[in-house]
C-alpha cells in the first residue's frame, strides 16, 4: 500500500536560513503523483506542487525548489532564504494512478517555525 | 469566494449528539472528498463523491457517518452518536476530472470537539 513518511516532526531555524524537510514514499505503482502542501495556522491546506513520476526534472519556483529521486524514493522540499511567513506544517503526500487512484495519502506532516 | 467552503468552522457537542457539516466545493469540480485530520496528523481519508455518487468509502468511516452530495454540488458529512474519538478536524476538498493527477483544493475545515 501507499506510505508517505516524513521523519521530521519539527524544524525551528532562523529567518534567512535554509532549509530542507525530507519525504520518503512507497508505492507499488509505476505512475504516481507527489505532492507538497502548506497548512499554515488559519488550517487550509494550500497545494505547492505536483511532480509525475515519469519526470525526474527539479524544480524551483522563488526561494523554494523540489528534488525528486526515484531511485530512492524521496521527494525533498528546500526553503533557501526562510522567512517568518514561512512557518506553518508542510505535508507530503502522494497518489497512485491505478491500484488506489482515489486516495491521496499525506504524511504526519512537519512543523516549520522560522524565527526572526 | 471561488474556494471551498465549509460551516460550521467549529462544533462543540455533547456524547451522543449528532452533527452535520456541510462543504460547498468549487463550482466546476465534479469531485469531491471529505478527510479527517487529528492533531500532529496529516490527513486521512474517508470518502469521495464524483458528482452525485458516492464511489468510495475509507474503513475509518464507521456506520455513525454518513456522507451525501445530492445533485452533484455540495455535500454534508454527518456523524450519528458522537463519541470523544470523533473529536478532529473535518476537511474537504475538490477537484476536476478523473484520476488522480490532479491536485486537491481544500477548505479551511470544521473542527469538531465532542465532550
Known amino acids: 500500500a501507499q506510505k508517505v513518511t516524513q521523519a521530521q516532526t519539527e524544524i525551528s531555524v532562523v529567518e534567512k536560513e535554509d532549509v530542507t524537510l525530507d519525504c520518503v514514499y512507497e508505492t507499488r505503482d509505476t505512475t504516481y503523483y507527489l505532492f507538497w502542501y502548506k497548512q499554515p495556522p488559519s488550517g487550509e491546506l494550500v497545494f505547492l506542487i505536483r511532480r509525475n513520476s515519469f519526470d525526474e526534472q527539479n524544480e524551483i519556483s522563488g526561494r523554494y525548489s523540489w528534488n525528486f529521486q526515484k531511485s530512492t524514493s524521496s521527494f525533498n522540499f528546500t526553503i533557501t532564504a526562510s522567512q517568518v511567513v514561512d512557518s506553518a506544517v508542510y505535508f507530503c503526500?502522494?497518489?497512485?494512478?491505478?491500484?488506489?487512484?482515489?486516495?491521496?495519502?499525506f504524511g504526519a506532516g512537519t512543523r516549520l517555525t522560522v524565527k526572526p | 469566494d471561488t474556494g471551498v467552503s465549509q460551516d460550521p468552522r467549529h462544533k462543540i457537542t455533547k456524547r451522543g449528539q449528532n452533527v452535520t457539516f456541510r462543504c460547498d466545493p468549487i463550482?466546476?469540480?465534479?469531485?469531491l472528498y471529505w478527510y479527517r485530520q487529528t492533531l500532529g496528523q496529516g490527513p486521512e481519508f474517508l470518502t469521495y463523491?464524483?458528482?452525485?455518487?458516492?464511489?468510495?468509502k475509507s474503513r475509518l468511516l464507521s456506520d455513525r457517518f454518513s456522507a451525501e452530495r445530492p445533485k452533484g454540488s455540495f455535500s454534508t458529512l454527518e456523524i450519528q452518536r458522537t463519541e470523544q474519538g470523533d473529536s478532529a478536524m473535518y476537511l474537504c476538498?475538490?477537484?476536476?476530472?478523473?484520476?488522480?493527477?490532479?491536485?486537491?483544493?481544500f477548505g479551511e475545515g470544521s473542527r469538531l470537539t465532542v465532550l
Open positions: 463523491f464524483q458528482n452525485e455518487a458516492q464511489l468510495e
Open positions: 503526500a502522494l497518489s497512485e494512478a491505478y491500484y488506489n487512484n482515489n486516495d491521496m495519502r
Open positions: 463550482s466546476e469540480h465534479n469531485r
Open positions: 476538498a475538490s477537484r476536476m476530472g478523473s484520476g488522480s493527477v490532479g491536485e486537491l483544493f
